[in-house]
């Protein structure tokens, strides 16, 4: 199988899969989501995926490995999914 999603830095199988399961089928849908959005979906259909998958997802983006994203942007991130959090149980 030609999955796009295995093709993109930082993304397997199990990812790709779990993004697949949330509607997310190739790197358009995923840079349409976002990744805070991207990983929230994943968390919210019951994957237990870690925050690794939110670097992961973002590195997939910029095309850098998820460990090479500065502090800043992964607190950045963190804020982003801490806010839309706060904002869907209002």
């Not at 993109?8 to 949330?22: D, E, I």
């Amino acid at each position: 199988m030609n999955d796009e999603l295995q093709h993109l830095k930082n993304l397997g199988k199990t990812s790709a899969q779990w993004l697949h399961a949330v509607g997310i089928h190739n790197a358009n849908d995923l840079r349409q989501h976002g990744a805070v959005d991207a990983y929230r979906a994943v968390r919210a259909r019951g994957f237990r995926a870690s925050k690794v998958l939110l670097y992961a997802i973002e590195g997939a983006l910029l095309d850098v490995h998820w460990n090479e994203l500065p502090a800043g942007h992964k607190a950045k991130l963190n804020d982003q999914l801490e806010t839309s959090t706060a904002d869907n149980k209002s």
